[in-house]
């Protein structure tokens, strides 16, 4: 690999090797998912697709798994589809790629991971890598990031939820500018339309993703997923349906040993350690 690694470098999971796309370390209470394939800039081909289903799925089970942390190795996030691999596969009902286990990435099938997932993004990021980004919750973008939603070029549309989110996030102009024409937009863009939350200096993005990820991952586990759950109510649902879901949240949240745990760091100024109970 002549690539350089953008990434926890000095640590890569032993499994790692030419044949595993997804690449995962658990690192704390955080879980590491890692896009493998720098020879190919990390385009997704299938065995990618259900790779990261399954680590998603994975992160979504363990109750000691806190927060994911999405990066890639190599100089680039992701170049998008791998088309020669993907086309032959699209079937009348699009793209089935999630096996048994997994949890569909993009979240486009109605199931949605319950913990917060932060996203390292570096190089290129075409495509499904904007997408999941628009299906997690904080990313972070080296400052020579390029982005492409470029799917019209190829004669198709974006099928992982950018025509959903990708308006919701930036505005409906911003995000038809960049779906409908396809142009390449650097990361200074795509902070001031909201797609990414922080512009660091290149080779810094993923410590920078892990110490938020970190950050989030020393809170209360149900709480921090609770008032996740609750935004993306809002979201979904509207105004209405999130406020009737706070009252019950809360007095469950109330019941918790980490609501315990939380009012006796307050009252001894003391820094809390949560258990997720």
């Not at 394939?37 to 790779?51: C, G, I, V």
């Not at 038809?176 to 001031?192: K, S």
């Not at 809002?234 to 949240?249: D, F, H, K, T, Y």
Request: charged share 20%; aromatic share 6%.
């Amino acid at each position: 690999m002549n690539e350089q690694l953008s990434g926890p470098e000095q640590s890569l999971p032993e499994h790692s090797g030419p044949g595993q796309r997804i690449i995962t370390e658990r690192r704390g209470h955080v879980f590491l998912i890692g896009f493998n394939r720098p020879e190919k800039r990390n385009a997704a081909d299938f065995a990618l697709l259900a790779q990261l289903a399954l680590a998603y799925g994975e992160l979504e089970r363990d109750p000691e798994l806190r927060v994911g942390l999405v990066y890639a190795v190599g100089d680039h996030f992701t170049a998008g589809l791998d088309l020669a691999d993907i086309g032959p596969r699209l079937g009348p009902d699009g793209l089935a790629m999630v096996p048994e286990g997994g949890i569909h990435p993009w979240q486009v099938d109605g199931q949605s991971v319950s913990k917060p997932v932060v996203m390292a993004v570096q190089g290129t990021c075409l495509t499904l890598g904007i997408e999941l980004m628009l299906a997690s919750d904080i990313s972070v973008a080296a400052e020579s990031t390029r982005f492409g939603q470029i799917e019209v070029a190829r004669g198709i549309l974006p099928f992982g939820g950018a025509t959903i989110r990708f308006p919701r996030a930036a505005g409906w102009g911003n995000a038809m500018r960049w779906i409908l024409t396809g142009d390449m937009f650097d990361a200074a863009e795509a902070h001031r339309i909201g797609l990414v939350q922080e512009v660091v200096p290149d080779g810094t993005q993923f410590d920078r993703a892990l110490e938020l990820a970190e950050r989030i991952a020393a809170q209360a586990p149900l709480a921090v997923q609770a008032a996740l759950a609750n935004a993306r109510t809002a979201v979904r649902e509207g105004s209405a349906a999130a406020e009737a879901e706070l009252q019950p949240a809360l007095a469950r949240l109330a019941a918790t040993e980490d609501s315990r745990i939380g009012m006796e760091a307050f009252m001894t100024r003391q820094p809390a350690t949560f258990v997720g109970r």
